[in-house]
């Protein structure tokens, strides 16, 4: 056991991006390892038993560490790619 005043490191304190994303009519955390997002931006994430690769759209945005972060860093997938903003050009 590492003890805090050995001058041990217990866990690294990195900050990671989270976003909480609707997908397939549910809400899921996604680390974000990659730029960055918005609040109602479109991303593309790996959902279900088999990860397929699906859109949703991100509900809120945190930085967190792993002693913060909204679910385990080693069960959370992460997102597979920020969606360009759709535009109208009509």
Same mark, same amino acid.
């Given at each position: 056991? *590492?003890? @805090?005043? @050995?001058?041990?490191? *217990?866990?690294?304190?990195?900050?990671?991006?989270?976003? $909480?994303?609707?997908?397939?009519?549910?809400?899921?955390?996604?680390?974000?390892?990659?730029? $960055? /997002? +918005?609040?109602?931006? !479109?991303?593309?994430?790996?959902?279900?038993?088999? !990860?397929?690769?699906?859109?949703?759209?991100?509900?809120?945005? +945190?930085?967190?560490? /792993?002693?913060? /972060?909204?679910?385990?860093?080693?069960?959370? $997938?992460?997102? *597979?790619?920020?969606?360009?903003? $759709?535009?109208? !050009?009509?």
């Amino acid at each position: 056991m *590492i003890h @805090s005043l @050995s001058g041990g490191v *217990i866990a690294p304190n990195e900050p990671h991006t989270f976003v $909480k994303v609707q997908v397939a009519g549910e809400p899921r955390w996604y680390v974000l390892p990659f730029g $960055k /997002a +918005e609040e109602g931006r !479109d991303v593309l994430v790996p959902f279900g038993r088999d !990860d397929r690769a699906m859109q949703g759209v991100v509900l809120r945005v +945190e930085t967190c560490t /792993a002693q913060t /972060a909204p679910v385990p860093l080693g069960r959370v $997938k992460r997102v *597979i790619r920020v969606l360009p903003v $759709k535009t109208n !050009d009509r």
